[in-house]
């Protein structure tokens, strides 16, 4: 639907500022190329269907984003806070969104796709990362009030945590991703 959002949460493409657990695996330079390779694969992709909208949203919030990567994108600056609180805000600007990260290298648009049908009959919808964590959340209008509440962030908890915020809504759930937090995850057979 048109009225659906797609929120790409993004860190400024700088060396030294982007996949630092990564970078101590593999170096500053390689996790940059990394990083921008990936953001450029998922807005190349997700970015130009027209089911949805796309909304770039940003850290740091105020700083020159290379066009390039991101040609009539809105983008929108997170904010304060820790990633529950940031996420929260992004998503509550919008009816239906669903926020995705931008490492996440099997993440495709019809994954995105997904996730808006889920909201169909859900909630709210997650992509389980294989960390415990999650590669994706969505909300639709009915959503959980303090869905973000003492999550436990990058750690084996956090999907664990934010469910247990659901309790009474419903929820769909869709396939199980890596995302790529480490060179090991970055190894690792897909």
């Not at 949460?9 to 101590?24: I, N």
């Not at 949805?52 to 850290?59: D, G, M, P």
Request: net charge positive; aromatic share 6%.
């Amino acid at each position: 639907m048109k009225g659906d959002t797609l929120i790409v949460f993004a860190r400024a493409p700088r060396l030294g500022t982007v996949k630092r657990r990564l970078a101590a695996g593999i170096g500053a330079m390689a996790a940059l190329r990394f990083y921008r390779g990936q953001l450029g694969r998922l807005l190349r992709q997700a970015g130009r269907d027209r089911r949805w909208r796309v909304e770039l949203a940003v850290t740091p919030d105020r700083i020159r984003w290379p066009v390039r990567a991101s040609p009539g994108l809105p983008m929108r600056g997170q904010g304060g806070g820790d990633l529950g609180q940031r996420m929260g805000r992004a998503l509550g600007r919008h009816r239906r969104a669903v926020l995705v990260g931008c490492d996440i290298p099997g993440l495709g648009r019809a994954d995105v796709a997904a996730a808006f049908r889920a909201l169909g009959r859900a909630d709210a919808v997650f992509g389980p990362a294989e960390d415990g964590g999650y590669w994706l959340v969505g909300l639709g209008p009915r959503r959980p009030p303090a869905l973000f509440a003492g999550v436990r962030w990058s750690t084996e908890h956090a999907l664990a945590d934010t469910l247990a915020n659901c309790a009474g809504r419903r929820v769909a759930l869709l396939r199980r991703l890596r995302d790529v937090d480490t060179a090991a995850d970055l190894e690792a057979p897909k």
